[in-house]
């Protein structure tokens, strides 16, 4: 089965950086697009970013402009570039498939917090 290992998450303060990095093993799907899902507390998971086999992004309003998401198909891995973090950032980030929606086996998110 597909798996998805995140990292890269931490405490920043607001205008601060994070790069997020998301492996994936198992499957090959992840190449066609792939998303970055914001879950906080009481909240359902939210698309915040997607990359499709074509290189296409989409960012949710509230991102654009601040976040940069890529992939490496050579190293089966997702990437978030966020930068001039603001507290509404804070929240859990997973990635898992765009393109046909997310696969039900999600992975153990990183943890973004953004706080002064």
């Known amino acids: 089965q597909v798996q998805f290992v995140e990292s890269g998450g931490g405490l920043v303060q607001p205008g601060g950086s994070l790069r997020l990095s998301c492996a994936v093993s198992?499957?090959?799907?992840?190449?066609?697009?792939m998303g970055w899902y914001r879950q906080v507390p009481g909240k359902q998971r939210l698309l915040v970013a997607s990359?499709?086999?074509?290189?296409?992004?989409y960012y949710v309003d509230s991102v654009k402009g601040r976040f940069t998401v890529s992939r490496d198909n050579a190293k089966n891995m997702v990437y978030l570039q966020m930068d001039n973090l603001i507290p509404a950032d804070t929240g859990v980030y997973y990635c898992?498939?765009?393109?046909?929606?997310?696969?039900?086996?999600w992975g153990q998110g990183t943890q973004v917090t953004v706080s002064s």
């Open positions: 898992n498939r765009f393109i046909g929606g997310p696969v039900p086996n």
């Open positions: 198992g499957s090959i799907e992840w190449v066609f697009g």
């Open positions: 990359v499709t086999y074509r290189d296409e992004t």
